[in-house]
């Protein structure tokens, strides 16, 4: 699977968001944009500059979105890094331990 290296397009934002469970306002903190202008590309297909564009394509990967190129198989696209099982791993180690608290000491 070739790697997406195309502009991030309005239906791949949106994808990858959905794959990936994030919220408009998670994602646009992590990208450092306005969740209007997340919403922008998603819903409208206003472009954003190339930085931020930049910003919010390192935000979905970095939230587990993978972008992939067409090839002889099928068109370009998104997918999640993990699969369901590795996805139930991580959820299961993140809450090892219980709930976090402050101590009173």
Do not use: C, N
């Not at 994808?15 to 990936?20: D, N």
């Not at 992590?30 to 919403?39: H, N, T």
């Amino acid at each position: 699977m070739k790697r997406y290296l195309a502009p991030l397009t309005p239906d791949l934002a949106r994808a990858a968001r959905a794959l990936t469970q994030v919220s408009v306002e998670v994602l646009s903190e992590a990208a450092s944009l306005e969740p209007s202008r997340v919403r922008e590309i998603e819903h409208r297909g206003i472009p954003l500059e190339p930085a931020a564009t930049k910003e919010l394509r390192a935000a979905l990967e970095e939230f587990g979105a993978i972008f992939f190129a067409e090839d002889e198989h099928g068109g370009y696209g998104v997918r999640r890094k993990y699969t369901d099982l590795k996805t139930r791993q991580l959820g299961r180690w993140e809450s090892e331990g219980g709930s976090a608290y402050e101590d009173a000491i």
